[in-house]
C-alpha cells in the first residue's frame, strides 16, 4: 500500500513505539483507577450510614401516608414551637396546639425527636407534658449546638392526629421561635 504524496506523518509527538504507546497505556490506566479511589474513598469516609429502613414496605405503604396527610390537613390543627436555651444547651420546647378556631387542643400525648441532619449517634427522643390546654413543654439537654431536624408527632389513644418537622438552629445564646424567619437565617 503506497502513501499518498501529501501525507507527512505529525512530528511533534515523534514516532509512536511500542514502548510509548505502552507507556501511554499505562499512564491512561493509571489516571483512571487513580481518580477512582480517590472517588471511592471520599465516598466511604462521608457516608454517615443513614438508611431507610423497611423501604419497600414504605413504599407500599405511601397511599396511607398521602391520607394522613389528608386527613391532618382537614382537622384544621396548627402547632406554634417554641424554644429557649439556658446554660449548657439546657434546652426547653414550649408548643401549642390549636384548632382552626384556635381554640386550644389538649388531651394529646406529644413526642418529640431531635435528629443531626449531618451526624449520627446524637438523635434525642423526648415526650412533651401539657403544662396548660393546648400548651405543651419538653426539657433537654443538647449533646452539641447546631442545626437541628425537630419531629413532633401528636397521639392520641395510639393514633396519629398530627406530625411534623422543622428544622431549628440552637445555640447557647438562641432564644428565638423555632421556624421563624430569624431561627432559619442563624
Do not use: C
Not at 3 to 10: S, V, Y
Not at 52 to 72: H, I, P, S
Not at 90 to 97: C, G, H, I, P, R
Not at 160 to 167: F, G, N, Q, S, T
Amino acid at each position: 500500500m503506497s502513501q499518498h504524496p501529501d501525507f507527512k506523518p505529525a512530528t511533534w509527538a515523534g514516532v509512536l513505539t511500542g514502548r510509548k504507546f505502552l507507556l501511554y497505556l499505562g499512564a491512561f490506566f493509571f489516571v483512571v483507577i487513580g481518580a477512582n479511589i480517590i472517588m471511592s474513598y471520599y465516598a466511604l469516609s462521608t457516608f454517615d450510614g443513614v438508611e431507610t429502613e423497611n423501604a419497600y414496605k414504605r413504599g407500599r405503604a405511601y397511599n396511607d401516608v398521602l391520607a394522613a396527610a389528608k386527613a391532618q390537613e382537614e382537622r384544621g390543627w396548627s402547632l406554634d414551637i417554641s424554644h429557649s436555651v439556658a446554660g449548657a444547651l439546657d434546652t426547653t420546647f414550649l408548643l401549642t396546639m390549636q384548632d382552626r378556631n384556635g381554640a386550644p387542643v389538649s388531651g394529646l400525648d406529644l413526642s418529640l425527636a431531635l435528629r443531626r441532619p449531618v451526624a449520627e449517634g446524637k438523635d434525642q427522643a423526648l415526650s412533651a407534658v401539657e403544662t396548660r390546654p393546648g400548651t405543651y413543654e419538653a426539657v433537654l439537654t443538647l449533646p452539641a449546638p447546631g442545626n437541628w431536624l425537630l419531629d413532633v408527632s401528636a397521639r392520641r389513644q395510639g393514633e396519629l392526629l398530627y406530625a411534623e418537622e422543622k428544622r431549628v438552629f440552637l445555640t447557647a445564646e438562641s432564644a428565638s421561635p423555632a421556624g421563624t424567619d430569624e431561627a432559619k437565617a442563624q
